[in-house]
C-alpha cells in the first residue's frame, strides 16, 4: 500500500548545497576515496524530498563529502533493478529500500554488508533491527519514521458526547452505539478507494500475535488462517459496521478525500486508517484542525493487551561491492542518518505519520497531533510489526474481499475464507509448500 503522501518543506538555505548533488536525480557518482558517494532511492517525490533536505545537511556537516541521488522507479519495476544491480555487482556505494519480507528477498547474507558492529545499532528500537536482520547480521539503518494501521478519530466529538478512547472491542462497539444515536456516523469508510478497506484487517494483527504469538509463521508455513480465530476479529469488524449500521450512507462511493473531510468537519466520528497517510492529509488540506484528530490503536478483546499495529521506516544497505574507502565513507553516512540532527531535518522534509525509531531522535512540536498520541505506545513496548514484516504472504485479492464483507455482500467467514484461499495461491507463487 501507498503509505502517505508527505508535504515538501522547504529546507532553508542548505538547500541549495544540494542542487548539484541532486539535479534530475538522473545518475549517481562515487570515488575511490570516499569524497564521493552514490545512493539508490524510490522516485517518488516524497522519497526526493527528504533526500533533498538529508543531501543538503549532510553536506553542510561534512562539507569533504559529495553525496549524489540516483533514483528509479517505484513499486516492482524498482524492486527488479534493486536485485538486478546487486546480482550484477553494479548497486551504488548505498541503496535505501523496505525493510521486512522484502528485504529478505535481496538474499542479505550474500549481497549486503554487515552492521552490527556500529555504534548506533543499540539505539534502534527492537521491531526495526526485527525488520533488516537475518540469523547472521544486521544490514540495515532507519530513514523516515514508522506509522500505524489504527483508528483515527475527531476528538471534539469524543469530548461533546462524554466518551473514553476504547481499550477494548466492546468498548469500541458501545462507544459506536452512542455516536450513531447522536446522529454522528460513527465508522468512517472510503470504498470507492478500495485499498482503504484493508486497515480494519492489517491493522488488526497487533492483537493477533498478543493472543498467538507465533501466528505469522505458523501462517508463513501453511498452518494459520484467516478464517480461524485470532485472526478472523478483523473481518468480524468489518462486517459488524455494515450489520449495525455505523458506515457513513456513501461509503460504497465516497472517496479517501471526502472522507477524511467529514472526520475533519466532525459528521463522521472515526476512521480506520494508516497514520502516515491521515497525517499528511491534515497538514495539507486541513492543518487548522490538527488538534482535533487523534488516534487510537484498534482494540481487540482484552483492555491489557491493547496496542498499535506498527510499519517501519526504509532501510539504508551498504552492497558487499562497497570497499575500502568507500565503505568506511558510506558507514560514516550512516552513522550521521541516524542522528537526531538528521531526525530533525527528516521532519522537516517530510510528514511525520509516527514516531521515529531511532533513541533520542524525539516528534517535534511541529508534528501531527496524533503521532504525540501514538508515543506512549512506542515508550511502553507496546507496538508489535505489521504481517508483512514477518510473512513474505499478502493475497493479491484483500482490497476487493474487503470491500466486499464491508459492504455486507460477503461475510466475514466467507471473507476470510475467500482469503485464505487467495494467499494460498500466492504461497504456490513463491514456492512455498503448502
Known amino acids: 500500500m501507498k503509505t502517505h503522501r508527505p508535504i515538501r518543506l522547504a529546507v532553508g538555505a542548505v538547500a541549495a548545497i544540494a542542487a548539484l548533488a541532486l539535479t534530475g536525480c538522473t545518475g549517481g557518482t562515487s570515488s575511490d576515496d570516499g569524497s564521493k558517494l552514490s545512493i539508490y532511492i524510490d522516485s517518488d517525490p516524497s522519497s526526493i524530498a527528504l533526500w533533498d533536505g538529508l543531501v543538503a545537511g549532510y553536506a553542510e556537516a561534512n562539507p569533504d563529502v559529495e ?104 468498548e469500541y462497539n458501545a462507544n459506536n452505539d452512542k455516536i450513531k444515536a447522536a446522529g454522528i456516523v460513527p465508522v468512517l469508510q472510503s470504498y470507492s478507494d478500495t485499498w482503504t478497506s484493508q486497515v480494519p484487517v492489517l491493522g488488526d494483527f497487533y492483537n493477533v500475535t498478543a493472543a498467538e504469538p507465533e501466528w505469522a509463521d505458523d501462517y508463513t508455513a501453511g498452518k494459520a488462517r484467516y478464517s480461524d480465530a485470532p485472526a478472523i476479529a478483523g473481518f468480524q469488524s468489518l462486517q459488524d459496521a455494515f450489520d449495525k449500521g455505523w458506515l457513513n450512507e456513501d461509503f460504497a462511493s465516497a472517496t479517501y478525500d471526502a472522507v477524511i473531510k467529514s472526520l475533519v468537519e466532525g459528521t463522521g466520528a472515526q476512521y480506520p486508517m494508516l497514520t502516515g497517510n491521515v497525517a499528511a492529509a491534515i497538514g495539507e488540506n486541513y492543518p487548522e484542525a490538527d488538534a482535533s484528530i487523534g488516534v487510537f490503536p484498534i482494540p481487540g478483546p482484552d483492555a491489557d493487551s491493547n ?128
Open 307 to 434: 496496542g498499535l499495529t506498527v510499519w517501519m521506516p526504509n532501510g539504508v544497505y551498504v552492497p558487499k561491492t562497497t570497499t575500502g574507502a568507500q565503505l568506511e565513507a558510506a558507514k560514516d553516512f550512516i552513522d550521521w542518518l541516524v542522528t537526531p540532527d538528521s531526525c530533525a531535518i527528516q521532519a522537516e522534509s517530510i510528514t511525520l505519520g509516527g514516531p521515529f525509531v531511532v533513541d533520542g531522535c524525539d516528534v517535534p512540536d511541529t508534528a501531527a497531533s496524533l503521532v504525540n498520541d501514538m508515543q506512549p505506545f512506542f515508550d511502553d513496548g507496546k507496538t508489535g510489526l505489521a504481517l508483512e514484516f514477518l510473512s513474505p504472504i499478502k493475497g493479491p485479492s484483500l482490497e476487493q474481499i474487503t470491500v466486499q464483507v464491508g459492504s455486507g455482500i460477503s461475510s466475514a467467514a466467507d471473507g476470510a475464507a475467500l482469503y485464505d484461499q487467495d494467499v494460498e495461491k500466492q504461497a504456490q507463487q513463491l514456492g512455498l509448500d503448502w
Open 67 to 170: 553525496v549524489t541521488v540516483e533514483t528509479h522507479p517505484a513499486g516492482s519495476e524498482g524492486d527488479n533493478l534493486i536485485k538486478t544491480r546487486l546480482s550484477t555487482g553494479d548497486m551504488n556505494d548505498l541503496f535505501w529500500y523496505n525493510s521486512g519480507s522484502l528485504f529478505q528477498a535481496l538474499n542479505p547474507d550474500e549481497t549486503l554488508t554487515p552492521l552490527d558492529d556500529e555504534s548506533w545499532v543499540g539505539s534502534i528500537d527492537d521491531n526495526f533491527t526485527t525488520v533488516v536482520s537475518t540469523d547472521e547480521a544486521l544490514y540495515g539503518a532507519p530513514v523516515g519514521a514508522s506509522f500505524a494501521g489504527a483508528v483515527v478519530y475527531n476528538k471534539d466529538v469524543f469530548a461533546d458526547l462524554g466518551l473514553e478512547v476504547p481499550t477494548t472491542i466492546a
